[in-house]
Structures are given as structure tokens and as C-alpha cells.
């Protein structure tokens, strides 16, 4: 049986394979202006989505799930019962956990396998959670708040990568200065959780965290591998911050609208 701190550094680095391979930006085709007139809301129960429970031809349990809320869904959490060794999991687009790498639109359809680390039958599942483009959400507080945290967590570490990021413009470093200061921006390793449930929360914020700095090591070591001149170097570090000033203002956004969201369901 892994160990719990197994467990967070194995899914961090699972996730890192897909997240490496990817230069999309998690943005949707709508104004962000328009965000602000929008009525967010939270459903107690019966969200506006269609969530299937199917297996794929070798029996691995697989999750379809379709929006059909006027807005894109940007998060959603899957719950499998009888709890196992990893009960929950998180899927987001705004930080790319769990592999949803945009959001879902209006009738659109997200198909994504789940854990099922004892095999054997698929497991029960069900949708225990969901935010929207708009801010609306489903869930409890606490699966809420753990997609609010990695959000977070995600957009304080793009804060540090964009300032490295414009300070080895101004400086016109090489490829190896990037590297180097790609590494330092890594956060230290956490304490090992006393839950699974801990592992897997702290899993979450710890691969939201390393995103820039594994993207940024990563793009330098690799795209510009024919390519090593300073000129090159530049335009791939201008490229870098754009990309990230824009999934760390998505982030930003995002977060004003939850904290929104939850202010106002205070006042109810």
C-alpha cells in the first residue's frame, strides 16, 4: 500500500506528464466584462449537468459529464463511495488538475477515467461538486474550498514565475538562467498529510504550485533545443508571460467571483 506522502508526490508528478505537453491557455470566448453583470448562484441540489457512470472495453471505470448551464464549467469533483484510497478528485480547468484542460460549454460533453485503485467492480460515483464560469456553484464548502485553494496557491506561484519571467528579459539571460531560476521557484515538499483525503488536498495545491516553474524548466529545455540564441531565447520568455500574466489573471478573476458568491450566500 503507497504511503500517504507516495501518494501526493505520485499524483503531482502523473499530472506533470500531461501538463507538460500543453501550452494551452485555460480561457473561455467570453468577455471578462461581462462577468461582472452576471447573476451567480449556488445549487443546493439537481445541478444543471447530466453526470453518467460507464466502463471502457477493458472495465475501467469512466465519468461522462455534460453541461447544460448557460455558462461554461470550469470545475467539477467526482466522488466515489465506498471510500478508498483516493475518494475525491478535483477536475479544473483554470489550473489543469485532473486533465480538464478547457472549459466545458453548453452541451458539451467532458469523458474522464476515475480512480479505481483495488479494481475489481467499478465503483459508485457521483458529481459532490461544481463551479462555473459565471461563479455559480454546486457542492459543500469544503470541496469548494479546496478548488478555491489550488486556484489560489496556482495564482500567487504565477505571480512569482512573471516577475522572474520580466526580470531575465530585462536582463537578457540564457537559456541556463531560466532553468536555474525555474528550479527556485519549485515550493518545498509539504509535511507528509495524517488522511488520504489531506494527501489528496495538499496533492492539489502542490501540482497547481508547480505548474509555472515545470512549464517554464520545461519550454526552455525543450523549445529551443535547434535554436540557443539569445534572440530566440527572448521571444520564447515574451511568449511565457503572456501565456502566464493571462491563466494568472483567469485565475484572479475566477476568485472574485467565488468569494462573491460566498459573501452573498452569507447574506442569505
Same mark, same amino acid.
Given at each position: 500500500?503507497?504511503? %500517504?506522502?507516495h501518494? $501526493? ?8 506528464l500531461?501538463? *507538460?505537453?500543453?501550452?494551452?491557455s ?10 461582472? *453583470? ?6 443546493p441540489?439537481?445541478p444543471?449537468?447530466?453526470f453518467?457512470? =460507464? ?7 469512466? $465519468? ?8 461554461? %464549467? ?7 463511495e465506498?471510500k ?7 477536475y ?15 452541451? %458539451?460533453?467532458?469523458?474522464? +477515467? ?7 467492480? $467499478? ?10 464560469e459565471? +461563479?455559480?456553484?454546486? +457542492? ?8 478555491s ?10 505571480? %512569482?514565475?512573471?516577475?522572474?519571467? #520580466?526580470? +531575465?528579459?530585462e536582463?537578457?539571460?540564457?537559456? @541556463?538562467e531560466?532553468?536555474?531560476? =525555474? @528550479?527556485?521557484?519549485?515550493?518545498p515538499?509539504?509535511?507528509?498529510? =495524517? ?35 539569445? =534572440?530566440? $531565447? ?6 511565457l ?11 484572479? #478573476? ?9 459573501d ?5
Open positions: 500500500m503507497r504511503t %500517504l506522502r501518494l $501526493v508526490f505520485s499524483a503531482a508528478a502523473e499530472a506533470f500531461l501538463f *507538460c505537453t500543453t501550452s494551452l485555460a480561457q473561455t470566448p467570453h468577455d471578462p466584462t461581462d462577468l461582472a *453583470c452576471r447573476s451567480a448562484r449556488h445549487f441540489e439537481k444543471p449537468v447530466s453518467e457512470l =460507464a466502463e471502457t472495453t477493458d472495465h475501467r471505470p469512466l $465519468v461522462i459529464i455534460t453541461n447544460s448551464y448557460q455558462y461554461p %464549467l470550469t470545475a467539477y469533483v467526482v466522488q466515489t465506498p478508498s484510497a483516493v475518494d475525491t478528485q478535483i479544473d480547468a483554470l489550473t489543469r488538475i485532473g486533465g480538464l484542460l478547457a472549459p466545458i460549454p453548453r452541451g %458539451l460533453t467532458h469523458k474522464t +477515467g476515475i480512480p479505481n485503485l483495488g479494481g475489481g467492480p $467499478v465503483p459508485d460515483a457521483k458529481l459532490a461538486a461544481a463551479v462555473w459565471d +461563479g455559480s456553484t454546486f +457542492g459543500t464548502d469544503e470541496l469548494l474550498a479546496r478548488i485553494n489550488s486556484r489560489k496557491a496556482q495564482a500567487d506561484s504565477y505571480d %512569482l514565475a512573471i516577475a522572474t519571467l #520580466q526580470t +531575465g528579459i536582463k537578457n539571460w540564457s537559456i @541556463q531560466y532553468i536555474a531560476a =525555474a @528550479q527556485k521557484l519549485r515550493p515538499l509539504p509535511p507528509q498529510p =495524517a488522511t488520504v483525503e489531506e494527501a489528496r488536498a495538499t496533492s492539489e495545491r502542490l501540482t497547481a504550485t508547480m505548474l509555472p516553474s515545470i512549464t517554464m524548466r520545461d519550454n526552455m529545455q525543450h523549445s529551443v533545443q535547434q535554436d540557443r540564441s539569445s =534572440a530566440r $531565447v527572448a521571444k520564447l520568455a515574451q511568449i508571460l503572456k501565456d502566464f500574466e493571462q491563466s494568472r489573471d483567469s485565475l484572479r #478573476q475566477a476568485l472574485g467571483e467565488s468569494t462573491a458568491m460566498a452573498r450566500a452569507k447574506t442569505r
